[in-house]
């Protein structure tokens, strides 16, 4: 199995990349490939040319910026999973990339060609839109930034232009005695999964004072849940198990592996448990 | 179009064009006739296709060969030294880690990646390692033991 024949560009640049972008029509930005040359191969996707910003050294990395952290868009999942300022500030992105596929595969992967893909089924975006993550986008007019909230917009569509390139994700400084925590029930056989719950929980002084649960798998993009109802509250496994029982969707996915109620079901115990695991963490 | 590409495969520098939709895997088997890595599943799952690029371990069924441009590429056949099989060579032998064999150079590839980040890993973690690549024969029992084996020898 072999992809369509195409052309082959590799950028030297994210200027190159936007001046290859602007020069061919339908072209496409290849990062880690582990999304685009399986699609490729399956003839579900033949882009004329391929552009290559698997090298842009530019666009790696993890910092610290501005109180919160900054990951570059080609960072790799096994480079986030094994990142020490993550560990310290962020452990639950560093979780849920280290439960990506499997070595292999997060050997090659990349966090921004994860989100544009933004397969429903992918494990970074719910955790994200937990975070409040803001994604970075440049284009030849300039750059601009994105909640993670609004660049979802439906199944494998984001709010990346045919001229943009993503840059950079930010994630903000977590609050004091803020807990969270990532599971996924996941595809036996793919590891992708099927459902994916990022749940944070926030106690100061003894009291819930924020909390937040977004769950993946269930609908063509991250599924937030108003827990709302946990602030103030005793924290306990019931009054969890309620607010994770708000998971609602109008139109859950389904396929041949699982119906759309049963990964609302699933979203809803995973999303107690994630809660209930974020809570231990606070 | 065909793509220029140099690198260095087990030690020795290759040169070579390609068309751009050539796979790794099929570089290494059908022009360099290392048929090490074998091609299972084409879909990125099995992990037979395994070897290792600049280190890490990486399906060469899901990489351009033109993405390897400039980069050390290692295949089972560059792990024996001087006629002497590697250690986890050696355990896959030595504990019955194999049957068919198909797995075994990505086995290896994968197993060889986990003990150079871990040199002593425990059962579990052996297995979280191995996660991307699928047995059909064996079982996994004796390929972890056969990790073991290889991870006791190296240290
Ligand atoms: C066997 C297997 C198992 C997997 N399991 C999981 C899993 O369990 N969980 C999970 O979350 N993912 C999983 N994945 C997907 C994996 O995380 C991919 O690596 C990821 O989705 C795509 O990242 P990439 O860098 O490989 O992107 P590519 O494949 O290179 O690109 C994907 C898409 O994003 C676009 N793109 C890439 N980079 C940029 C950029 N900087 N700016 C704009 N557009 C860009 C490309 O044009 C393309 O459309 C799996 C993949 C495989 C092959």
């Known amino acids: ?33 582990h999304s685009l ?137 977590r609050n004091a005695g803020a807990g969270a925590a990532y599971l996924k029930f996941e595809h036996p056989a793919s590891g992708y999964a ?58 859950p996915l389904g396929d041949i592996f699982a119906s759309g109620d049963y990964r609302v079901h699933v979203g809803k115990v995973y999303g107690k448990r994630a809660l209930a695991a974020a809570r231990d963490r606070a | 179009m065909t793509v220029s590409i140099q690198l260095e495969v087990n030690g020795k520098p290759v040169q070579a064009e390609v068309e751009p939709r050539r796979l790794l895997v099929h570089f290494l088997r059908e ?13 990125s799952l099995c992990g037979a296709c395994t070897i290792l690029v600049d280190g890490s371990a990486v399906k060469s069924c899901t990489m351009l060969a033109a993405q390897a441009d400039g980069a050390a590429v290692t295949t089972i056949e560059g792990l024996a030294r001087n006629g002497e099989l590697h250690p986890l060579q050696d355990g896959f032998w030595e504990k019955h880690g194999l049957q068919c064999g198909y797995c075994t150079p990505g086995m290896i590839l994968s197993a060889n990646y986990l003990l150079e ?10 297995r979280e390692g191995l996660k991307g690549n699928i047995c059909r024969c064996t079982g996994y029992h004796n390929i972890v033991e056969a990790v073991k084996y290889a991870a006791e020898r190296m240290s």
């Not at chain 1, 990506?100 to 966090?111: P, S, W």
């Not at chain 2, 048929?35 to 599943?41: Q, R």
């Open chain 2, 31 to 43: 022009d360099l006739g290392l048929t090490g890595a074998n091609i299972g599943c084409e879909t």
């Open chain 1, 37 to 173: 040359i399986p699609m490729m191969k399956l003839r579900l996707a033949q882009p004329p040319v391929v552009i290559d910003i698997g090298r842009l050294d530019e666009l790696k990395g993890i910092s610290e910026a501005g109180g919160g952290v900054r990951v570059g868009a080609l960072t790799t999942h096994a480079d986030i999973a094994a990142s020490d300022i993550l560990a310290a500030s962020c452990p639950v992105l560093a979780e849920a990339a280290g439960h990506i596929g499997d070595a292999q595969v997060r050997n090659r992967g990349t966090i921004g060609g994860n989100i544009a893909h933004a397969d429903p089924g992918s494990d970074l975006p719910p955790v994200l839109v937990l975070l409040g993550a803001s994604v970075h986008l440049q284009s030849p007019s300039g750059a601009r930034s994105v909640a993670a909230a609004d660049f979802f917009q439906d199944l494998l569509m984001t709010d990346v232009g045919e001229d943009e390139i993503l840059t950079h994700v930010d994630v903000p400084a």
């Open chain 1, 194 to 251: 099927v459902v994916g719950a990022a749940a944070s929980v926030t106690v100061q002084h003894g009291r819930c004072t924020a909390a937040g649960l977004v769950v993946g798998g269930v609908g063509a993009v991250p599924t937030a849940v108003d827990v709302s109802s946990l602030i103030g509250a005793d924290l306990s496994d019931d009054a969890i198990a309620t607010a994770a029982s708000g998971l609602d969707t109008e139109d």
């Open chain 2, 117 to 126: 980040q871990n040199p002593s890993p425990s059962d579990e973690e052996i």
């Open chain 1, 1 to 33: 199995m072999y992809p369509a024949q195409f052309d082959y560009r590799r950028a030297g640049s994210v200027d190159e990349a936007l001046g290859l972008l602007q020069e061919h029509e339908d072209a496409k930005l290849m990062a880690g490939g």
